[in-house]
């Protein structure tokens, strides 16, 4: 069983950073793949970013290549979301999530968090 916490949204205005957090409890983080999803209003939940659970390989959504970085440290059970250059259209609440193995398909993943808002000022 892991249980998700994210915090670190919030308002900021476009070209801004934010750097997201997702606290994990379970013994079991160091073996899990990590994700981040958003969801923005009116929108269906999509894919941002996963990581390896060694943290040596890490896919990124096109829309937010080269301007989110994704990162673990499984000595602290967190894995992060780091976002630069941040756009309006970037607005969404930011889920982390755990999976087996690292997938940009939702359905893989087996433990989410409540989520993160986020919102970009143009």
């Known amino acids: 069983q892991v249980q998700l916490v994210e915090s670190g949204g919030g308002l900021v205005q476009a070209g801004g950073s934010l750097r997201l957090s997702c606290a994990a409890s379970?013994?079991?983080?160091?073996?899990?793949?990590m994700g981040w999803f958003r969801q923005a209003p009116g929108k269906e939940r999509e894919f941002v970013a996963t990581?390896?659970?060694?943290?040596?390989?890490?896919y990124y959504a096109d829309s937010v290549k080269g301007r989110f970085t994704i990162s673990r440290d499984n000595a602290k059970n967190t894995v992060y979301l780091q976002m630069n250059s941040l756009k309006p259209e970037d607005t969404a609440v930011y889920y982390c999530?755990?999976?087996?193995?690292?997938?940009?398909?939702?359905?893989?993943?087996?433990?989410w968090g409540q989520g993160t808002q986020v919102t970009v000022s143009s």
């Open positions: 999530a755990a999976s087996g193995r690292a997938t940009i398909v939702e359905y893989e993943h087996n433990y």
């Open positions: 379970g013994s079991t983080f160091g073996t899990n793949a």
């Open positions: 990581i390896t659970w060694s943290g040596g390989n890490k």
